[in-house]
């Protein structure tokens, strides 16, 4: 079972109707085209097409599987005064002495470009069910960091 934001539920979803209504139709048009110009066995354009529909095919099998699997929390939920699944964490690096700002999310829809972690990775495992105050060591591959926990919305 993967626990999920309805906005990551909305986005996955999206994302396996383009790859079904968008992508695979080109690529089957590719494919066509590619056996109307003759003899498949050495047919270079044929043989890449049909690896990439066996690629994005697997893709959507992984998608359909997640989202058989997902359940959308109800943020009502969510036990308030520690970090939480789908949690936006404030926190000082005591190691570098800087504000950082976390929302604890779901692996699929982690995006460290948009400030959303993993549920799994190490900074979110060391900060589940800490309070604001609390202070956690982190062993990450780029050495040992600190952190301060210093708000948590919800």
Avoid: W
């Avoid at 697997?58 to 359940?71: C, D, P, T, W």
């Avoid at 504000?99 to 779901?106: A, F, G, S």
């Avoid at 470009?113 to 309070?131: D, F, M, T, V, Y």
Wanted: aromatic share 6%.
């Amino acid at each position: 079972m993967e626990y999920m934001s309805q906005e990551g539920y909305d986005k996955l979803v999206a994302e396996l109707h383009y790859m079904e209504t968008v992508e695979l139709a080109q690529v089957k048009d590719a494919i066509a085209e590619a056996r109307d110009k003759g003899d498949l066995s050495e047919n270079f354009e044929y043989h890449a097409a049909k690896r990439e529909q066996s690629k994005l095919l697997g893709r959507i099998s992984f998608k359909q599987k997640v989202l058989a699997n997902a359940r959308v929390i109800d943020m009502s939920q969510i036990a308030n005064g520690t970090i939480q699944l789908l949690c936006h964490v404030g926190l000082t690096n005591l190691t570098r002495n800087m504000q950082v700002n976390y929302m604890i999310v779901n692996p699929h829809e982690a995006n460290v470009r948009e400030g959303k972690i993993s549920i799994k990775s190490p900074i979110a495992q060391a900060l589940l069910n800490k309070k604001v105050g609390d202070e956690v060591e982190v062993k990450v591959p780029a050495g040992l960091l600190k952190f301060r926990v210093d708000s948590i919305k919800y």
